[in-house]
């Protein structure tokens, strides 16, 4: 029997990136610059949406690409591209955009260091499920919705499958190349009384399979219903405290608290915790960590986007601020 797998993502994907890679490699090396990185990337997957209450697109189709960065005496410059073909055009243009850079010294690339191998990226079970199978998990929602309530209709949302081969490689030694998978759902929950319409949207996604009726489907059809029948109540604007559901709080402190956490905007005091350092700027009961090895984390790895090993930082110990987020250039300046 033929895979969804064998069909999307043939195998020999990764050893296709890489050769792909390696011409990249050859253009930078002939043009001469001091030092040269790139990151690419191949991605096929399944989709299919979801509007009033039925299955309106199912899709499928892949993306991928490269970027190249050129660094000589400090200076850097940058380029994308999707066909090899053209890579000595697109190293050129690296090269001409750094020539017109400013310097930075003691701007270098990483070196290559050991690196620790993160578990929970790939899934097989993913790679195992057909269109076939994406469609009876969304007909599965759209009934389990029904079920919990016949006046919830799901307005938006959709399933998706995708498996994604990456490369990594810079002219200090550094080469990574792996596979992930992603298997996501998501729903908008809308339900009409008496001209009132309250709504809800709730979504899970990860790396390995997702149970086939996540708890997110319930969710949202509990907030579209708690929501009903709100107090009306008049009052002028005031500065009050506001309690948040882990829901609402989440993407909240995803969206806000990790720019906010960059050496860039602390030495530029773009962050609100500009100057903070030391001091307490959360509840003492809280602390934060960026843990770039979580096994099975949608932005886990064995290194981050330059090649340097991932670990797991502090950022926020009982409330006060003991760390930033550096990148190699921002690290220089």
Known sequence: MKLWWDEMLP?????????????????CKASGVQ???????????????????????AAGGGEGGFGVRVVDEGRFGFAHLVDVSGAQRAVEQAV????????????????????EQVAGRLDRAVLDLSPEDLLEQADGLLSEVKSLDERAVVTGGGVGVSATAG??????????????????????????????LTSSYQGQSSRSLLPEMPACVSRAVHW?????????????????????????????????VPSAMTGEKMVRKESFWADKMGQQVLNPSLSVHDNGLLEGGMSS?????????????????????????WSTRDAAQ
Not at 35 to 56: C, M, N, P, R, V
Not at 306 to 317: A, H, T, Y
């Open 224 to 256: 579209a219903q708690v929501t009903q029948n709100p107090l009306r109540i008049e009052s002028e604007a005031v500065d009050t405290p506001v309690l948040m559901t882990s829901e609402g709080f989440s993407p909240l402190f995803s969206m806000v």
């Open 301 to 325: 790895g064995s290194r981050d986007g330059e090649g340097v090993p991932r670990r797991r930082q502090n950022l926020i110990e009982n409330g006060r601020l003991s760390g930033m987020l």
């Open 96 to 115: 001409a955009i750094a020539k017109k850079s400013p310097s930075i010294d003691g701007f270098v690339l990483p070196s290559e260091q050991p690196a």
């Open 35 to 57: 030092q040269w990185d790139l990151i690419g990337f191949q991605s096929y997957g399944h989709q299919l949406d979801i509007e009033a209450g039925k299955i309106t697109m």
């Open 167 to 196: 490369c990594l490689m810079n002219s200090e030694g550094i080469l990574s190349t792996g596979m992930t998978t992603s298997h996501g759902i998501g729903l908008q929950v809308s339900i009409e009384v008496d001209g009132e």
């Open 11 to 27: 195998e020999g994907a990764e050893d296709r990136l890489l050769a792909n890679a390696n011409v990249i490699a050859d253009a």
